[in-house]
């Protein structure tokens, strides 16, 4: 029985690891630096700030002025002593471009 459960967790962590990762969006490092200025701009500077640089892509939304385009958007996660915030960057498809079309910022709270 013993071997049975070590040869199930070598093939788990063996299918972990070989589980390919999905490709940085090009826009990943600009929505890092955005969410450290969009933090800076609501709380002003502070030591204690961190941004984590794990970008996860969600799903593009249409631009509500011409539909037939859309917009990708970008989630960064922030923290500032005890508080937490999810940050929305939200980017023209342009080719090489990261151009910034709107941004959005929620406290990860529960009151």
């Not at 937490?84 to 959005?104: D, P, W």
Request: include cysteine; glycine fraction near 6%.
């Amino acid at each position: 029985m013993k071997k049975i459960i070590a040869a199930a967790l070598l093939c788990g962590a063996s299918l972990a690891q070989a589980a390919p990762t999905a490709p940085a969006h090009r826009c990943s490092a600009e929505a890092v630096k955005q969410a450290t200025s969009l933090l800076t701009f609501h709380f002003g500077p502070d030591e204690r700030m961190e941004i984590d640089t794990d970008v996860k892509v969600l799903a593009p939304i249409r631009n509500p002025a011409n539909k037939k385009q859309s917009f990708d958007v970008l989630e960064v996660w922030g923290t500032i002593y005890k508080g937490q915030y999810r940050m929305h960057l939200i980017y023209a498809q342009l080719g090489g471009s990261c151009v910034l079309m709107g941004q959005e910022i929620l406290e990860h709270a529960s009151l």
